[in-house]
């Protein structure tokens, strides 16, 4: 059961810039717990993309950003490039589970 | 490189018991650097936490879920388990066994995934 909410789609042209929200709540990303996202090509296995708030692993290109305030976090993907067409999933520990959650899944799509 | 690579029966009758196992190349699981840990996801659906493993033997499980699942591990074969008692239809998914990075708690080395369906 996701107690991260994402908008379960998101589009937009080559070269424009898309965001994602994040909303939880007190018990997860409100209570100061890191949010990462992971990014699901189809037919493929999630890959971390952002950890702990801001970090990239070696390899992602840094249009890839995010951000953190109160409650919610949002993934920002400037430049888009037809090969970010993928699924994108926010993750954050949640105290009352003493375990982590997953947004619900964001769907983008490069117009 | 570390890997993971999941393994188990595609086929399970409902009812019966689920076993997956998750092997673990290139690391071991006896670090106390990592949980290691099971996220299962329906055909075009989310991703669903079921739960972790710490080397010391400690779990914790997804409470949708707890009542039927069981992790195991072995340090000899470095090797972790999911057991999921009681199947249905509804647990026919893709799962994934994945290295938690403690605290911090994000999946930074995923299995490619295994295919599990439910069905008589």
């Known amino acids: 059961q996701s107690v991260l909410t994402q908008p379960p789609s998101v589009s937009g042209a080559p070269g424009q810039r898309v965001t994602i929200s994040c909303t939880g709540s007190?018990?997860?990303?409100?209570?100061?717990?890191?949010v990462h996202w992971y990014q699901q090509l189809p037919g493929t296995a999630p890959k971390l993309l952002i950890y702990?708030?801001?970090n990239r692993p070696s390899g992602v290109p840094d249009r890839f950003s995010d951000s953190k305030s109160g409650t919610s976090a949002s993934l920002a993907i400037t430049g888009l490039q037809a090969e970010d067409e993928a699924d994108y999933y926010c993750?954050?520990?949640?105290?009352?589970?003493?375990?982590?959650?997953f947004g619900t899944g964001t769907k983008v799509t490069v117009l | 490189q570390v890997q993971l690579q999941e393994s188990g029966p595609g086929l399970v009758k409902p009812s019966e018991t689920l076993s997956l196992t998750c092997t673990v190349s290139g690391g071991s699981v006896s670090g106390g650097s990592y949980y290691w840990s099971w996220i299962r996801q329906p055909a075009g659906k989310g991703l669903e936490w079921i739960g972790y493993i710490y080397y010391s033997g400690s779990t914790n499980y997804n409470p949708s879920l707890k009542s039927r699942v069981t992790f195991s591990l072995d340090t000899s074969k470095n090797q972790f388990s999911l057991k999921l008692s009681s199947v249905t239809a509804a647990d026919t998914a893709v799962y994934y066994c994945?290295?938690?990075?403690?605290?911090?708690?994000?999946?930074?080395?995923w299995g490619k995934g295994t295919t599990v369906t439910v069905s008589s």
């Open positions: 007190s018990s997860n990303i409100g209570a100061g717990y890191d």
């Open positions: 993750q954050s520990y949640d105290s009352s589970l003493s375990g982590y959650v």
């Open positions: 702990d708030n801001t």
């Open positions: 994945a290295r938690v990075l403690r605290p911090q708690w994000y999946m930074d080395v």
